[in-house]
């Protein structure tokens, strides 16, 4: 499958847009999955402790790979640092193997080299990485970070209204596997917000980020803008959500997609092709327009719009476009 090109390649500085990805799996030790990512790539590869692994490469930039189990990896730095081999680390890696999921974060791979990390996920996949149905408690993903053409509020609110005129449409596009849906990670924009940013006509960046942190004050969303907000004003994000592991960058965190790494016919492109929907809508501000009113004149009193006949009609009008 190959990766669709989003309307907008560049930012306004004329470099190639950049997009991470980050991949959340199981089936695989950290040794194995760091194997398959090192004899992708190449590069150094560092055991930083017992529950993380980083790749330096001459092409991307770091890979890092880790037992995405925050306890754990706090204890194993403290074992590596007091230099007490703690054996109870290895214990908590091994159990925490059958439901803590690993994850690789990748780093900024321009839009004309994303083809290159299906190559990772061929590897990881033959090696026997499974993905999000290989847990009925686990809600394991993939999450995309697209770097922004540019950072000014026109260009912001334009992909807010798009995402917001498409949430419902993209929760069936990408089949969000049910387990992941009743996780709190990727929550919705509630309707209050959706009808606040369409209601919004050429807002300021002040307003966008007063609409945004009184409706969104958490790393719950499936578009989550508090690395970009805090890479234009990270004190201001903080007095709000005071949350470490936000980390400021110049892009969005898409968390929806599934990661169905099992899947012989399964890639990457599957969930960055989707996101593209919202790239083709974000650069297109007289369907945005349509849209909008559309939307608008579909809210009722108390009750607001019916979900249902909006997947209905934005689905068509998506299919009369060729754009899904």
């Known amino acids: 499958m190959q990766f669709r090109s989003p309307p907008q390649t560049t930012t ?3 470099a190639v847009r950049r997009v991470g990805f980050e991949l959340e799996f199981t089936g695989l030790t950290l040794e194995q999955a760091a194997e398959q990512l090192h004899n992708t790539f190449g590069g150094k590869l560092n055991k930083d402790s017992a529950a993380e692994q980083s790749l330096q490469t001459d092409d991307f930039g770091t890979f890092n790979i880790e037992l995405d189990w925050d306890y754990l990896k706090r204890k194993a730095k403290e074992a590596r640092q007091q230099d007490d081999g703690h ?14 999921p690993l994850e690789i974060v990748c780093p900024p791979i321009p839009l004309d080299q994303l083809e290159r990390l299906d190559e990772l996920v061929a590897a990881l996949r033959k090696a026997g990485a499974k993905g999000t149905d290989d847990s009925v408690i686990a809600a394991y993903g993939v999450h995309i970070n697209p770097e922004l053409p540019s950072l000014d509020a026109a260009t912001i609110d334009r992909y807010l209204k798009a995402f917001a005129l498409l949430q419902w449409w993209l929760v069936d596009a990408h089949e969000v596997d049910p387990t992941r849906k009743l996780s709190p990670y990727v929550d919705l924009y509630p309707e209050a917000y959706l009808e606040a940013v369409l209601g919004e ?3 300021d960046m002040d307003t966008l980020f007063d609409q945004y942190l009184k409706h969104n004050a958490t790393r719950n969303r499936a578009l989550d803008l508090l690395p970009l907000l805090a890479e234009i004003d990270e004190p201001r994000v903080r007095e709000v959500v005071d949350d ?12 929806l997609p ?3 790494m099992e899947c012989d016919d399964w890639s990457l492109a599957s969930s960055w092709n989707l996101w593209c929907v919202v790239e083709q ?3 297109d501000p007289i369907a945005i327009q349509t849209l909008t009113e559309r939307f608008m004149e ?4 108390l009750i607001g719009v019916s979900r249902r006949t909006w997947q209905k009609d934005i689905s068509q009008w998506l299919s009369d476009r060729g754009w899904a």
């Open 12 to 14: 306004t500085d004329g």
């Open 87 to 100: 054996e109870w680390v290895g214990f908590l890696q091994q159990a925490a193997s059958h439901v803590v």
């Open 201 to 203: 006509s050429n807002p």
């Open 244 to 255: 470490p592991k936000i980390k400021a960058r110049p892009t969005f965190h898409y968390r």
């Open 258 to 260: 599934n990661c169905m």
């Open 281 to 283: 809508l974000a650069a």
């Open 298 to 301: 579909r809210s009722r009193p």
